[in-house]
């Protein structure tokens, strides 16, 4: 079993290509986290596909992955693939001792970054270019998972960016900067688009009904016309998500 986060689809890509190269299944987490899916079933091999947050783990794969009913059915080989813009520093490691396991195979795939609330995100040229390497990447780990190698990362400098990063994860996750601006036309995609069931239309416009998200950053990059904001920078940043580019 694959189990996967993703806001923008970066993960969601690589978890279905990683799945179909390993005649696998892949699983949405927040799907099973928000009561939709159930999770047992003995697997061989499990695997945890989702992007990088301030250098560690999206609070919803936390959750998810310190379940002890996810513990009593982990694999005999368990991965994890973890995407990001630059680095995945040791989220690996943080994985592992959420589940309270090793973790056999480990790797880093660097994707278009998305974190328009932060930066912009790459053009659209460098975003295709980006997502090729990754493609290819991805099926160099595919053949590793196929042939059950052991690779274990490590590094003190990673060890050190997730120890200083991450703590501010929680801070950031805020969710009072978020608006939608007058463009909106009350489609209401980026209520069924969040994962954390943040956002609820309300006089067809959405609110955002949760203090806290996973700042996953769908609502705002998957936008049709880009009304959503977070604060006064994001209006003139690109957006970013994998559904666009692939238009
Ligand atoms: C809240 C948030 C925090 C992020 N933190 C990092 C980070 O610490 N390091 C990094 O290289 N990329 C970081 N990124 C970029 C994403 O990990 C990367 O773009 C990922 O591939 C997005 O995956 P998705 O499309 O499946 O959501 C962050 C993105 C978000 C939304
Ligand atoms: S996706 Fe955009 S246009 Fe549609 S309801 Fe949300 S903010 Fe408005
Ligand atoms: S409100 Fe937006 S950023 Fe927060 S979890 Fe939902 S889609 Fe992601």
Redesign the pocket.
């Known amino acids: 079993m694959v189990f996967y986060?993703?806001?923008?689809?970066?993960?969601?890509?690589?978890a279905a290509k990683i799945a179909a190269e390993t005649g696998d299944i892949a699983y949405d987490i927040a799907e099973i986290v928000n009561g939709r899916f159930p999770t047992n079933g003995k697997r061989d091999v499990t695997g945890f596909v989702?992007?990088?947050?301030?250098?560690?783990l999206?609070e919803i794969v936390k959750r998810f992955a310190s379940d002890s009913s996810t513990q009593l059915n982990l694999g005999v080989y368990v991965y994890s693939v973890i995407?990001?813009?630059?680095?995945?520093?040791s989220a690996d490691k943080l994985l592992a001792k959420t589940l309270g396991v090793n973790i056999d195979y480990s790797a880093q795939?660097?994707?278009?970054?998305?974190?328009v609330?932060?930066y912009n995100p790459s053009s659209k040229d460098e975003a295709m270019e980006t997502l090729s390497a990754a493609s290819n990447e991805i099926d160099r780990i595919c053949n590793d998972i196929n042939e059950r190698r052991i690779v274990v990362r490590k590094g003190v400098k990673n060890d050190i960016a997730t120890a200083f990063?991450y703590p501010t994860?929680n801070l950031?996750?805020r969710t009072g900067k978020f608006y939608a601006d007058d463009k909106c036309t009350g489609c209401g995609k980026c209520e069924r688009f969040c994962p954390d069931e943040a956002i609820k239309i309300k006089d067809g416009k959405p609110e955002w009904v949760k203090k806290k998200c996973?700042?996953?950053?769908?609502c705002i990059n998957s936008c049709p016309v880009e009304a959503i904001q977070f604060g006064k920078k994001t209006s003139e940043r690109r957006r970013?998500?994998?559904e666009k580019l692939a238009k």
Do not use: E, K, W
């Open positions: 986060f993703s806001g923008t689809g970066n993960s969601h890509y690589a989702f992007p990088v947050y301030y250098s560690g999206p995407t990001c813009g630059a680095s995945i520093a795939l660097v994707m278009p970054d998305n974190y609330v932060m990063m994860y950031f996750r996973q700042h996953c950053v769908a970013y998500c994998i």
